[in-house]
């Protein structure tokens, strides 16, 4: 099976991890990736904030670009998904010719754990995972843009997703249930508004905490830096020590598959899993084992 | 007794903004749900339902002037549930654009010089930086010094740090070939 990939800007710098992951897992399970070439950034909420034209033709040149290639195109970055769906839109339903670019609609556009969940891969998934990741007690969190609005994301379940949750119980993950898959995580303001991001990231924490879970599981590259990189001043901030290692459902994919790499890849985060891991027996304890760091 | 002004609904504004979002402002009933499920609300001077209603009602400078349009995180929860389809995290852009072509001088500046450090790094690549995006912001919303004298810069430095250290930050961004075709679009 091959696609075409758009990563957007963060997979090629913060959120490497994630690209590494998705890379390695995809090639482990026969999907091939052709990533948009020279593809450009999608204009985020910036553009959309304050400049909606722009929100609608950066995101358009891709679309653009995509359907001469004429394959269905993955978006891995939730924002980027969605001003790309935001975009198909605009103009597939722009009459008056108000922008630039043009877009037939000849190739559908994917939100990552959504197509790893359609039930071909899950079977891949399921037929090529070497172990079961049982121990691990997750939370599936979302975030908001891949579901939200539904008449742009076109997702049927934008209340409740559940591509994660099927995904990880396909590979032998605890999935407990909790009300926050698609609470808001405060996204860029991370950048001017920190202290909103701590608040709204806190609730997170207990929520998952409350839902019994030793993980949060996520699809987002946003949601994920949110709550990996502030996890120790969260913790002073609330008078908590939290503990709650944030992994990419990508990464438990590739470690359920056996890819040696994945180990890489979580210790790329600020809160390294491999305590969690040590303490399910999901890693090797011999003495220089590097995930026991 | 205080002398109580009642306010004269003007609907001009609404209409205008009808018009250029097309959105319909006018079939809010003031159900409350967009504000019951915003997760931003804590930090807002004016509710959701209250900016639609004032937008109802042509309070201009009270919407323009709010920290709400830019505390609003786009999560799209109102959007999403409204009974009527108002599209109320698409007004709060609206209003934002708004605020921004007539100069206003918005009381949540950072957020706004976010924005716009963004758009120049698009502008300059083709594609975001982390780093390089980061940096022009801390100065173009004025930040860095805040942080300078508190020492609070600190925290930022470590950050980059780490970053750098696990491979997350690359020292020298790519940009892309067709730079022009991003800039037309973002000159217009």
């Known amino acids: ?293 | 007794m205080q002398d109580v002004k009642p306010m004269v609904p003007d609907t001009r504004f609404m209409r205008a903004v009808e018009e250029g979002s097309g959105i319909k402002i006018s079939a809010c009933f003031q159900c409350k749900k967009c504000t019951n499920g915003c997760p931003t609300s804590f930090a807002m001077d004016i509710y959701p339902d209250q900016v639609i209603r004032l937008v109802q009602m042509g309070q201009r400078e009270k919407v323009l002037n709010s920290s709400t349009i830019w505390v609003c995180s786009s999560c799209q929860t109102c959007s999403t549930r409204c009974p009527n389809e108002v599209d109320i995290a698409g007004t709060m852009d609206y209003l934002k654009e708004m605020a921004v072509r007539e100069g206003i001088s918005v009381p949540q500046s950072r957020t706004k010089a976010f924005h716009e450090a963004f758009l120049e790094d698009i502008r300059r690549r083709g594609r975001i930086s982390e780093g390089g995006m980061m940096s022009m912001y801390m100065l173009k919303s004025g930040e860095i010094w805040d942080k300078l004298r508190s020492g609070d810069i600190k925290e930022d430095v470590v950050l980059a740090f780490e970053m750098l250290k696990r491979g997350r930050m690359p020292v020298l961004p790519k940009g892309i070939r067709a730079k022009d075709e991003v800039r037309k679009i973002i000159d217009g």
Not at chain 1, 167 to 174: D, F, N, R
């Open chain 1, 1 to 293: 099976m091959k696609v075409t990939y758009y990563p957007g800007c963060s997979l090629e710098g913060s959120a490497r991890d994630y690209a590494l992951s998705i890379e390695g897992v995809c090639r482990a399970l026969g999907l091939e990736l052709e990533e948009l070439e020279d593809w450009s950034c999608c204009g985020a909420t910036a553009a959309h904030s304050i400049n909606h034209r722009v929100s609608v033709e950066l995101p358009a040149r891709n679309l653009a670009m995509a359907e001469a290639k004429g394959m269905d195109m993955v978006v891995p970055c939730p924002l980027c998904f969605n001003r790309l769906k935001g975009a198909e839109k605009a103009l597939l339903q722009d009459e008056a010719g108000e922008y630039s670019a043009s877009f037939q609609g000849r190739i559908g556009i994917h939100d990552l754990a959504n197509f790893m969940a359609q039930p071909e891969i899950l079977k891949r998934i399921t037929e090529s995972a070497k172990r079961r990741l049982k121990g691990l007690n997750a939370v599936c969190y979302y975030g908001c843009m891949a579901s939200r609005p539904p008449r742009v994301t076109d997702s049927r379940e934008y209340e409740n997703p559940t591509s994660m949750d099927r995904i990880l119980k396909a590979i032998g993950v605890e999935v407990k249930p909790w009300s926050y898959k698609t609470e808001c995580c405060g996204a860029s303001h991370a950048v001017a508004r920190r202290d909103m991001v701590y608040k709204m990231v806190g609730r997170l924490y207990d929520k998952a905490l409350e839902a019994g879970a030793n993980c949060v599981v996520v699809s987002c590259q946003m949601c994920q830096a949110n709550l990996d990189l502030y996890q120790d001043q969260i913790s002073e901030e609330m008078g908590k020590s939290y503990y709650l290692p944030v992994l990419y459902f990508t990464e438990l994919i590739g470690m359920a598959l056996g890819i040696k790499q994945a180990r890489d890849w979580v210790g790329k985060h600020f809160v390294r899993p491999y305590h969690l891991f040590g303490s399910v027996g999901l890693v090797d304890r011999r003495p220089g084992s590097r995930i026991m760091e």
